[in-house]
């Protein structure tokens, strides 16, 4: 993510190669969804989340792929990878992204989206031992926290009656560096550039994007751009959160931050970041699954499970 404010970074890309091809189809378990969400179930994900090499270039990156695809498939009715390439100018290297796109009741017109990007990132420019800033980092909570409250929610919201929810994990958002290169949230904005693709009707009517949500000193504020964009989704979100009782959720703004959000706001979509910017472990080496807590995760789950929830039930008594 890229905090409003700092300089723009120029567009470089080689053409791009779009690939999207259905993995399964009606793999959806007939078993019936649980009722409440399980903060323990999401750190079990993020367990197995930071085992795997997300970031560019990296050898098992093929494997983290499918891993996440598998989960996914466990609880959707089709998965769909789309790939492209994209030029990081500072390395000179070429990179292949892939966005993970997860459909539940693919028929319904009534669409939310939920998204996480699931890359981690090849760099640590803010790590304070300068010997450690050009390795990978685990990217526990950014965005491995994302990912899997994510792969634990869909779990929940099989079998709505009146919408489907589209999960989509976007590659590349961690692309982008502080001085020069090439650009942050290459795979939201490459989603968003072919958005007919999987909508040639109606767009999705909320789309919420997790980052940094497992922060053990949890403090969620309303981000600058979605209480522009997206008044109405900001708040509905947060008056869940107060109607659950959870603490940390404060309706005030804090941080205008481009992210995944960003692409889907420039089209006119309702579109939410829920993210703790206030983490010092940001883009360093200290980005471990010891930030993160479970009770965090389940707090984020439970806010997103009813607002799926909440919006079904009011378009089935319709």
Known sequence: ?????????????????????????????????????????????????????????????????????ERLRANVDTVERQSFQRLEPVSGRTFTLTNLVARQN????????????WDSRLWAEEDPDPAQRDRPITGANDSGSGVAVLLALAKHTRGLASIGIDYVLFDGEEFGRPQGGAPYCQGSSYFVRTIETFYPGARPEAVVILDMVGDRDQNLYWEVSSLRRAPELTRE???????????????????????????????????VLIIDYDYPPWHTQSDTIDKVSPTSLGGVGAVLLKLARDRDARGASR
């Open 237 to 271: 979100i947060w008056t869940a959160a107060s109607a659950l009782g959870l603490p940390g959720w404060y309706p005030q703004t804090r941080h205008h931050i481009i992210d995944d959000q960003t692409p889907f706001q420039e089209l006119g979509i309702p579109a």
């Open 106 to 117: 693919p028929r319904a017109k009534r669409r939310l989206l939920f998204g996480s990007h």
């Open 1 to 69: 993510m890229l905090v409003a404010g700092c300089a723009l970074l120029v567009v470089l890309t080689i053409g791009a190669i779009a690939t999207c091809a259905v993995l399964r189809r009606g793999s959806a378990s007939p078993a019936a969804a649980p009722s409440s969400f399980s903060g323990e179930d999401a750190f079990s994900q993020l367990r197995d989340i930071v085992q795997l090499q997300r970031w560019y270039g990296a050898g098992g990156r093929g494997h983290a792929l499918d891993v996440l695809e």
